[in-house]
């Protein structure tokens, strides 16, 4: 059972001896009260018939002759039977006749009998016992009636109780006599039993195998104990065998033992050797990775020193490049661990070193110089760090084609900071550092070298663009300004003429003159897109308001009315301060690169817009942003077009550059940079595509160094000349013609240049030479040139003036001919053309041309 198998072998006996004869005792004692019960339950039967036939016998009279107080009588008589609960009378048809107790004729049961007669009947039901008993008489055995008895079951209770009673105490006292005997008698079985539960327990916690167990037998506990001293026997003869052998196991296991840790600890050496090695391995992999990717020799330097300082531990790193002329080292890389002594050390990044205080002079043989203890040197660098607190130092060359290149010197706070594997290391690294650092050197020689090339070519290529520029404006400028100097010349004539003009007419001229002069301003400067201004050159007061107000009635057309033709509508909004200060400048520049960008701004907008322009005053430090000059006039040009990409934007202002395609020559915008060069201004450009663009163009205000003479008219009065004129261009005749005639002026034209010579030569046959020759440059079979040598050939005492369309180009150069007294540009100027023939007339200059 499961819950024996725990408790000790004594109270196991005990109880299994208790159990056993509790569970007989038991039996016995059900069998003897299940006799006893069913016993009494007959005597009550019995008794209860007994009773029934004395009170039938008694009843018979009453029961003969219908007496009904008699039988009622006689059932009375139970009164002193406590048993009987119920008792009743039935006469000889069935029906009760009698009861007793009285009110209990409810309780009395139906007659059984269905004839009226019947055998006697006793059953014991859940709490009671009946009878029917017949009654009869004596003589004749005629049936008379039937009595009925009721007991209850008490008597039977009480029977069982007091037999459980006696049972109870029976075992009660079995318990106590068995419980004595079973701890007296289990000794006989227990006892071996402790004795060798002692022992082994013994054995199993002192290792004692020379113990043994008391016999008390020759049962099967004695055979029990007889095989367990044999066994312990056995066991302390092989555990005398197996300590011997441990003995001797263990000699040799103390043996074996201490080579194992010998051969551990060199292991551990190796390994940690090896590790150490696998280390610095590593990093020298990851500094050598480190520095691949730069190509700068300070980032080399400075990554190197970063990575010994954090992974190999040094206190102090140094990195420097050897100079051989004057023998130093020059510190390009420096590091100090402790912020303290970094304070303390006077040596930086970019300071020099000479090689001979530094006693590491071995390292230009390529010798690894090892400091131990720095106390112990002499030298003034190693006294000096020393002092700062650095006790070791190791200085390794970086050796480039057998050369020294620079020196890795580093330095650790204790003495014999460094080992061999260090100085290994160390001499390993400078290999890679040295190599690295000479390639990244070489390439930034190699670097600057291209750019240089690189800027080279770019002004090589920007010279033959503007060369070619040059070439293309000398090529076109004779025929622009040719056409230019009847529009500009006529216009003049008539603005000067007593006509009755309106002022709006005089407005229109004037923007014809003005937009001619301009043009011809145009030609002259495409060759000097980036020419600086000349010191001396002639500049005017000038407001910015008013050059944009012309502007913006100059492109009118542009920006009304051809677009509205094409029901294009775009807006122009000027917005001018009131207190913008005048600036020295050339004005026709400065309105030229403002038409520029306002033509530019009406291109950018084919399906319309809006363009803004607005003026306004800068007033700041002369110091700010490098500006020498403290006040500046600022114009913005915006316009809400198509907008400029970032390359776009970089590259607009170079010569050539267009985005219009067949329609732009890639020159306005590099106009206005050169404009803005020429008047030490500045110019600003914000664009994105889809939403427009801004020029914004910045003016020094500062004083006009020499300002342009007025084109007032001279008042003096010049004596009339004999002048020919020698032009193949009829209109520029005639107009010369008009200008010199309305002076006062004889004027003979001609058309080439022999036709020329002839009227030079045919008055001079009549000794009325001409007092003045103007003749234009390039003409067909005979030209400026030839015409100027031959006159003065002939005729060294008369002026010749050259009127050329390559007039600014030839003052430029000075390449004019040497016959040539003076040259006139084109288109002509009334005022330069005056000036020009007063320089040269008789009667202002008190010398004849030899006619007289």
Known sequence: MPVLQDIPIKRKLTAIIMIASTVALLLVSAGFVAYELATFRQTMKNDLLTLGQFIGDRSTAALSYKVQDDAEQELHALIYRKHIRTAAFYDDKGNLFAVYPPQASKKVPPHPYVTGTGADIERFESDRLILFHTITDDKDHSFLGTVYLESDLQELHDRFFCLAGIVLLFMVASWAVTLLLASFLQRVITRPIFDLAQTAKAVTAEKNYSLRVAKYGRDELGQLV????????QIQDRDSRLQHAHDELEVRVDERTRKLREEIVERGRTEAALQQQFVRISLLNQITQAISDRQDTDSILH??????????????????????????????????????????FDLREGGVLPLAETDFERCEKGQTVYISDTLKWKTSFIEKIAVIGWRSVVAVPLMVEEKLFGMLIAGRLQPQGFNSGDSEFLRMLSE?????????????????????LRLTQAAVLQQERLKALGQMASGIAHDVNNALSPVIGFTDL?????????????????????????????????????????????????????????????????WRDIPQSNGVTIEVQAALAPDVPRLAGIESEIREAITNLVLNAVDAMPKGGKITIVTRVIRHDGSQ???????QVAVDISDT??????????????????????????LGLAMVYGVM????????????????????????????TREAE?????????????????????????????????????????????AGLAEFRAARQLRRPFDLVITDLGMPHLDGRQVAKTIKTESPGTPVVMLTGWGAFIKEDGSGPEEVDGILSKPPRSRELREMIRRFNPAQNGHTNGKH
């Not at 500045?682 to 163009?697: A, P, Y």
């Open 494 to 558: 008539i603005l000067r003429g007593k006509y009755a003009l309106t002022d709006d007419l005089k407005k229109y001229l004037g923007h014809i003159r003005t937009a001619g002069e301009d043009i011809a301003h145009i030609v002259a400067r495409l060759r000097e897109f980036y020419r600086t201004r000349e010191v001396n050159e002639a500049l005017q007061y000038l407001n910015l308001n008013t050059l944009v107000e012309q502007v913006v009635d100059m492109t009118r057309p542009r």
């Open 226 to 233: 007889d095989g367990f001293n044999e066994m312990l026997g």
């Open 710 to 754: 007025p084109e007032n008219e001279t008042n003096g009065k010049v004596a009339p000349m004999q002048i020919l004129c020698i032009d193949d261009e009829s209109l520029l005749r005639e107009l010369l013609k008009e200008i010199l005639e309305r002076d006062g002026h004889e004027v003979v034209l001609t058309d080439n240049g022999q």
């Open 303 to 344: 990554v190197v020193l970063r990575q010994l300082e954090e992974h190999l531990g040094i206190d102090l790193g140094i990195l420097a490049l050897f100079d051989a002329g004057p023998r130093t080292l020059n510190v390009s890389a420096l590091c100090v661990k402790n912020s303290l002594l970094a304070k303390k």
């Open 432 to 452: 890679h550092v040295a190599l690295a650092a000479h390639q990244a050197r070489l390439h930034a020689d190699l670097e600057k070298a291209y750019n240089e």
């Open 677 to 704: 060069g020429r008047h030490e201004g500045n110019i600003e450009i914000d664009s994105e595509l889809g939403k427009g663009t801004t020029f914004r163009l910045f003016f020094p205000v500062r004083a006009a």
């Open 641 to 666: 077009g198509t907008g400029m990409s970032e390359e776009t934007r970089r590259r607009c202002l170079e010569p050539f550059f267009s985005t219009k395609g067949k329609r732009g020559t890639g």
């Open 625 to 631: 942003n490098g500006n020498k000059y403290p006040v």
